[in-house]
């Protein structure tokens, strides 16, 4: 295959949000190789908002997992879950695509790149893969060290169609109407825009034990306030508001939490306007990065290296533990994060805004 060619390129990178984010500068390398190429993308319902509107993607299809629960497990469950679905395949299959690019490299991803039709598919070698995916793909690429971040892993797979990796910075591109909505709720929160510290206390309800103590957010917003003089806003999403509520609650004046549920788009815009950002491995911090707003990155039971923000203007506190980073998936006493002290917060957040204030 020779690329700079117009090709017709299917994405496949389903979940999770953060992800889905970190996956932006490699398909952006595809677009700048090949500009007069169509790129779809094939993504999970709740993580569609990242992909639609962004530069160079010109359909997005979306999969809802809901009606297919089944179809990560190898098995008769993976099967039926593929039946429920091939309307969807159908779809896909009817576009043509010349290249498939697998970035999840799990059974679900590699199912529907196998499915495409593209006579191209292109994924990681069993190193870089997980369910024997590898399988599904007749170009791979071999990864001779798997601990890095997952934004270089990916840009390692489009390098072996030889565009060009490097990194254009934001690398997430907002809407002018989503701008306008995060202004209003901006003015409508503080009454001026961009003098405020955000802080995201929660993560998603898979990764609850990544996040730290909402008491310590309170007491870190209390001095962003009083030391820093800027206003501070919680944000929050899904079953998060409650935490949000009491966080801000707890803190006092001039910190507020996000009133509403926002698109993903929206908070984009809000995190651009804001001074920084403060929270643990969740979306909204791997948006802030892509954004480059000088962020927080709170890291314990997951390994920065891989998992953490891209970015020049991040900084990770990461005690290092014993006992992590870990492959558990709950923890009772996630002392990895309750270890990490307002005081180091603070100073963090302090050196990594000073250039922006």
């Known amino acids: 295959m020779s690329y700079g060619r117009k090709q017709r390129i299917l ?14 500068p490699a398909v952006q390398a595809l677009h700048r190789g090949s500009p007069d190429s169509d790129i779809s993308w094939l993504v999970e319902e709740g993580a569609a908002g990242v992909p639609a509107g962004q530069p160079g993607i010109s359909e ?4 809802q997992r809901g009606t297919a629960r089944g179809i990560g497990d190898i098995g008769p469950d ?3 879950a593929i039946g429920a679905g091939l309307g969807l395949v159908r779809r896909i299959r009817a576009a043509r695509f010349d290249v498939a690019c697998d970035f999840q490299g799990n059974a679900k991803s590699c199912a529907f790149t196998l499915l495409s039709g593209a006579p191209t598919r292109l994924g990681f070698d069993s190193g870089g893969t997980r369910e024997h995916a590898h399988v599904a793909y007749n170009r791979r690429v071999a990864l ?3 601990r890095v971040n997952s934004v270089e892993k990916n840009l390692r797979l489009v390098a072996e169609l030889g565009v060009d990796t490097r990194v254009a910075a934001p690398f997430f591109s907002i809407r002018p109407e989503d701008r306008e909505s995060a202004g209003r709720i901006l003015e409508g929160l503080f009454g001026r825009e961009g003098r405020c510290v955000v802080l995201h206390p929660g993560t998603s309800a898979f990764g609850a034990f990544k996040r730290w103590p909402a008491e310590r957010y309170a007491q870190l917003a209390r001095r962003v306030r ?16 409650e935490t949000a509520t009491r966080v801000a609650e707890s803190a006092g004046a001039g910190v507020r939490p996000l009133p509403q549920a926002l698109r993903i ?11 920084g950002f403060v929270g643990s491995d969740s979306a909204p911090l791997h948006l802030a990065a892509s954004l480059q707003v000088p962020s927080v990155a709170l890291f314990g039971p997951k390994d920065p ?3 953490g923000p891209w970015g020049e203007r991040c900084l990770t506190v990461f005690k ?7 492959v558990k998936r709950t923890c009772e006493s996630p002392q990895c994060m309750t270890a990490i002290t307002v005081d180091e917060v603070f100073e963090g957040l302090t050196r990594i805004i000073a250039r922006k204030l």
């Open 144 to 146: 001779a060290d798997s």
């Open 320 to 326: 290092g533990l014993p006992c992590s980073p870990c």
């Open 11 to 24: 994405v496949v990178r389903l979940s999770a949000i953060g992800d889905v984010i970190k996956t932006l």
């Open 226 to 241: 009083s030391e820093l003089g800027l206003d501070v806003l919680i944000t929050w999403s899904g079953g998060e508001r």
């Open 265 to 275: 788009g929206e908070l984009a815009a809000v995190l651009d306007a804001s001074c």
């Open 305 to 307: 290296v891989v998992h």
């Open 78 to 80: 993976l099967f039926s």
């Open 60 to 63: 997005v299809f979306v999969f």
